[in-house]
């Protein structure tokens, strides 16, 4: 996970995703969002951030350019304002098996998914950036309730948390 500014400079970046574009933390703070975007990206990269900007959230996939020369393409999902002037996004190589994702925790059966409408409905949900409080409220249901669903998918994607769970469900192609 990264957080960028309104400037899309890089202000911090998690280990996985450090070694994912094998730099060190004081190197990437000095770096935008540009700065690993492939030039004849570049007006890709802009139409995400004017609809993270827009929607206040924005997924897809994307081609970064590491500093190294290497290519990596993600499934990303970002949220606008996670924290005050701080935009949060979320990613996953397009190309890493289940095995890749649920190296930690799988699931019994090796991360494959039966969700219910339900649940693949509160993860489309929360991929267009809503809390689980506004999705008991738009939903019509209790906040356990909600909290209940989400357990219960992340325990079928094979995840720990609603990030792993949209990024997967996206990658699996569950949910847009």
Do not use: C
């Amino acid at each position: 996970m990264v957080m960028v500014d309104k400037d899309r400079r890089y202000v911090h970046v998690n280990a996985p995703a450090l070694l994912a574009f094998r730099v060190g933390l004081s190197d990437i703070r000095e770096r935008r969002i540009d700065d690993l975007t492939p030039p004849h990206l570049l007006p890709t990269m802009n139409g995400f951030w004017r609809r993270l900007n827009e929607n206040g959230y924005v997924t897809g996939r994307y081609d970064v350019a590491n500093p190294d020369g290497t290519r990596l393409r993600v499934v990303f999902y970002a949220l606008a304002n996670a924290l005050p002037g701080l935009h949060l996004a979320a990613f996953a190589p397009e190309d890493w098996s289940d095995l890749d994702l649920g190296a930690l925790d799988p699931a019994p059966d090796g991360g494959r998914s039966d969700l219910t409408a339900r649940e693949r409905q509160l993860l489309q949900l929360a991929a267009q950036g809503r809390s689980g409080p506004r999705i008991a409220e738009e939903l019509s249901l209790s906040p356990a309730t909600v909290k209940k669903h989400f357990e219960r998918a992340n325990a079928k994607l094979g995840v720990r948390d609603r990030a792993a769970a949209v990024a997967t469900a996206m990658r699996l192609g569950l949910i847009d």
